[in-house]
């Protein structure tokens, strides 16, 4: 009877090496530990013994069912990965990721740079810290210059200032190229002024400059025009009123009709019927004489326009301060 124990013993060790699934493991728990199974069969076979050997073997096979039951379980632990698997719920919504918009300014900024680009205008960069000789000097502008007072201007040192318009670019843009010259520089300006539904510090405007043979004061007119209408629609008028830049000669300042009362007069247009745009004009002679080009071959316009002006006729917003204070209640509305 011993021996049959061993036996047993070595067959259910040769079987657990074997066996390396769950399901594996079951068949065993039935072969040796089930009702018919061969542990039962020998507890079975101790009525036989003579009865002073019973205790003995009967330990013997107890002891063999304890093994068995214990290899049983560690096995089937040892299977199970230790971490539980992650499982993937297909049927969860999904997370939705805020999504972003453009600012305001640069969805307008987009559109008047694709209105340029169109029509062979490439957009230049300058810096927004310029010099005095960028941001004046070579502007016609020369120190002492009474018209200096018109801008307000942020001095950093005596020579350094806070660009206080995009009209530095042009220079920059001339010296470093010959005509024919096409080029539209949008970015941000800075001014001494007081923070009010009008004024800001800080804001932007879009330079455009085109310089070549031949480039007439009509050119200037039409491709204004011809924005106004791509902008706010084809009943949008313009009004050019004659002005003074020291950069242009002759300078006018011009303005769009009104886009909430079509002219009539309203509160946003403070009853005139038109909102200011900005500043043009024709590039003026002393201009070409700072940058190297030839007054007696080369004519060009310049424009600048603020950028914030437009955007607020475009979504009807009536504090330009608005613009900057990253407020999402407002900036999702666009
Ligand atoms: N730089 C001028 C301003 O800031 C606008 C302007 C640009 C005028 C180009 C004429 C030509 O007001």
Redesign the pocket.
């Known amino acids: 009877m011993k021996e049959q124990i061993e036996r047993i013993r070595a067959e259910f060790q040769k079987a657990l090496a074997g066996a390396d699934t769950p399901e594996a493991l079951d068949q065993l728990r039935v072969q040796f530990l089930g009702r018919k199974g061969k542990v039962q069969q020998l507890l079975r076979g101790l009525g036989q013994l003579p009865p002073e050997q019973r205790p003995e073997v009967g330990r013997l096979v107890n002891a063999l069912r304890d093994q068995v039951q214990q290899a049983l379980k560690e096995k089937k632990a040892s299977l199970k990965p230790a971490v539980p698997r992650e499982w993937l719920d297909l049927t969860l919504p999904g997370r939705k990721p805020p999504v972003g918009k453009k600012h305001p300014l640069t969805q307008v900024l987009d559109e008047i740079k694709a209105f340029f680009v169109q029509r062979g205008f490439t957009v230049a960069d300058g810096p927004e810290v310029e010099t005095d000789y960028y941001n004046f000097e070579a502007l016609n502008i020369p120190r002492n210059h009474p018209a200096r007072d018109?801008?307000d201007t942020l001095y950093i040192t005596q020579d350094i200032v806070l660009r206080?318009?995009?009209?530095p670019v042009?220079i920059r843009v001339m010296e470093s190229q010959q005509p024919p010259v096409r080029i539209i520089a949008p970015g941000r300006?800075y001014r001494r002024d007081t923070p009010d539904a009008s004024h800001s510090p800080f804001f932007h405007?879009v330079?455009?400059l085109c310089v070549d043979r031949g480039v007439s004061f009509g050119d200037l007119k039409a491709i204004i025009s011809e924005f106004a209408r791509e902008l706010f629609g084809e009943d949008i008028h313009v009004r050019f009123r004659p002005s003074f830049?020291p950069?242009?000669e002759p300078?006018l300042e011009y303005d769009f009709n009104c886009v909430f009362c079509r002219g009539k007069g309203c509160r946003v247009c403070k009853q005139t019927g038109w909102m200011e745009i900005?500043?043009?004009?024709m590039v003026d002679p002393n201009v070409f004489k700072a940058v190297g080009y030839d007054p007696d071959i080369y004519t060009g316009y310049?424009?600048?326009m603020g950028v914030d002006r437009i955007a607020m006729l475009k979504f009807g917003i009536d504090d330009i301060r608005l613009f900057f204070e990253n407020d999402l209640r407002f900036l999702n509305q666009f």
């Open positions: 018109m801008q206080t318009h995009t009209s042009q300006v405007q330079e455009g830049f950069f242009t300078s900005s500043g043009a004009g310049a424009f600048g």
